[in-house]
């Protein structure tokens, strides 16, 4: 776990380079972040908050997916919240959510997996530095990054990221409107000074600005119908992903 600013926590995960945010509050709570993503990342997750003296006052999952949603005994029975929207897509997508979960990460406590309460409001209600939840329709139904104003810290979940373009929800009926909107609400928050993705590396002030517009830039290229230079796109299965998008923006 590495500390990228004054008591936030990150931590990353071998599988999809996926990212755990831990926030220090007060009395030795802390605010979990889309703890993930193997039983034994998890398991390593409580040995470290133990040895620190921490433990989980609530938990935030920022968006409706499988490698989001997870929880372990170990982390406690803190009430783990998501937005309303969220919450409900989670609700009703569990029989899928839990396929996918028993195919990339097996032995998780199906109880735990996927139970958000939908929270009331834009702040989360813990004792600890303010943590506003910024909601959008980018990338998945109800996304909401936590933006933590006394640090200058966004955990943006599944965006902003410098190992994956944006990656639409192709379910939505407008796929890449959501993105622009949600993408110029975290661009539009003021004094960002870190940005933690949920899959990828964590970026200062002026990274963050970076893979903003390198995000915009792509958006730009699709839609246009032309093809965006963008390093990203080495992946085979991140391939596939832009390849369906190219399509979606043609139709
Ligand atoms: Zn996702």
Redesign the pocket.
């Known amino acids: 776990m590495d500390e990228v600013a004054p008591g936030v926590f990150v931590g990353t995960a071998e599988i999809y380079t996926t990212t755990t945010t831990v926030v220090a509050g007060a009395d030795g709570g802390c605010l979990v972040i889309d703890p993930a993503v193997t039983v034994a990342d998890l398991a390593a997750l409580a040995g470290w908050l133990s040895s620190r003296g921490l433990r989980p006052a609530a938990g935030w999952s920022t ?1 409706p ?1 499988w ?2 949603v997870l929880w372990s005994r170990d982390l406690g029975d803190a009430a783990r919240y998501a937005t309303p929207r969220a919450a409900e897509v989670a609700a009703r997508e569990r029989p899928a959510l839990v396929s996918e979960l028993r195919e990339a990460a097996p032995g998780h406590d199906l109880a735990l997996f996927a139970r958000l309460a939908p929270l009331p409001g834009q702040e989360i209600p813990w004792r600890g530095p303010r943590a506003t939840v910024v909601a959008h329709d980018a ?2 139904p109800g996304h909401g990054a936590v933006y933590l104003p006394a640090r200058g810290g966004l955990v943006a ?2 965006m902003c990221s410098d190992i994956e373009t944006p ?1 639409l929800d192709l379910a939505s009926a407008d796929p890449f409107g959501d993105y622009r909107r949600g993408l110029g609400a975290l661009a539009s928050l003021p004094g960002v000074r870190v940005v933690v993705p ?1 899959h990828g590396h964590v970026g200062d002030r002026r990274e963050f600005r970076r893979r903003v517009a390198a995000d915009f830039g792509y958006l730009d290229a699709v839609e246009a119908g032309r093809e965006p230079e963008d390093p990203r796109l080495a992946e085979g299965w991140l391939r596939e992903e832009h390849t369906r998008q190219r399509a979606l923006a043609a139709s």
């Open positions: 968006h997916h490698d989001h990338h998945a979940g599944d990656l949920g």
